[in-house]
């Protein structure tokens, strides 16, 4: 079982910048951040997977970059240009699957962080 742990939201104004971390307790082989808003369902925002490819959400792409870092087995969420409609709890994700069939759908991963906030305000 592998254990996520997210670090790394708070509030910021809008425009501003955030970047979040995910620490895995061992080898992970596609991850990907979620996130959730008041009132909304959950929703990709970024996933990385076949060792370096990238896939973004409609609503973040352009302003949100997702990394991975094998060696540190930490995978990162640099947020960029941040409006209140990026407010939500993200959490982070991570699978064994190389290529996952969908990559921004939640269904495919098996292991969880257990979420951290992000607040921006206009």
């Known amino acids: 079982q592998v254990q996520l742990v997210e670090s790394g939201g708070g509030s910021v104004q809008a425009g501003g910048s955030l970047r979040l971390s995910c620490a895995a307790s061992d080898t992970i082989y596609s991850s990907a951040w979620f996130r959730q808003g008041p009132g909304k369902e959950r929703s990709g925002v970024a996933a990385?997977?076949?060792?370096?490819?990238?896939e973004y959400g409609d609503s973040v792409k352009g302003r949100f970059t997702i990394s991975q870092d094998n060696a540190k087995k930490t995978v990162y969420l640099q947020m960029n240009n941040l409006n209140p409609e990026d407010t939500a709890i993200y959490y982070c994700?991570?699978?064994?699957?190389?290529?996952?069939?969908?990559?921004?759908?939640?269904?495919?991963?098996?292991?969880w962080g257990q979420g951290t906030q992000v607040t921006v305000s206009s």
């Open positions: 990385t997977y076949g060792g370096g490819m990238t």
């Open positions: 994700a991570a699978d064994n699957s190389l290529i996952p069939p969908n990559p921004l759908v939640g269904k495919w991963y098996h292991y």
